[in-house]
């Protein structure tokens, strides 16, 4: 599975952002996606995932009611919507993909695949 994500910028805080990745290769619905971030000198957390049944997201417990992640299995595309951004949201930010089986969603050793990131900034 290759994995691009799109979508990062720099807003001012209180804007929105909606980043996209897109996966192809192998069926895209086998797998969980998540989406992880990761800010300078810090390690990498999770934001937000979703099985393969689109009626399960998972979020950071901080991060709910500002972020969605929903998924289209047509399109092979998992998004993050993020809303009232702030300072503090400002990392790069990556969607990754686990295989049914044993993916968990706040899990980072259970995603096998990785996007190069996208930058978000956010300025207070």
């Known amino acids: 599975v290759q994995l691009q994500a799109s979508g990062g910028g720099l807003v001012s805080a209180g804007a929105s952002l909606r980043l996209s990745c897109v996966a192809s290769g192998r069926t895209f619905s086998s797998y969980g996606m998540g989406w992880f971030r990761q800010a300078p000198g810090k390690e990498r957390e999770f934001v937000a995932a979703?099985?393969?049944?689109?009626?399960?997201?998972y979020y950071q417990d901080s991060l709910e009611g500002r972020f969605t992640i929903s998924r289209d299995n047509t399109k092979n595309m998992v998004s993050l919507q993020m809303d009232n951004l702030k300072p503090e949201d400002t990392a790069v930010y990556y969607c990754?993909?686990?295989?049914?089986?044993?993916?968990?969603?706040?899990?980072?050793?259970?995603?096998?695949?990785w996007g190069q990131g996208t930058q978000v900034t956010v300025s207070s």
């Open positions: 990754a993909a686990g295989p049914r089986g044993s993916w968990l969603p706040g899990r980072r050793a259970s995603y096998e695949y």
């Open positions: 979703i099985g393969w049944d689109v009626n399960y997201p």
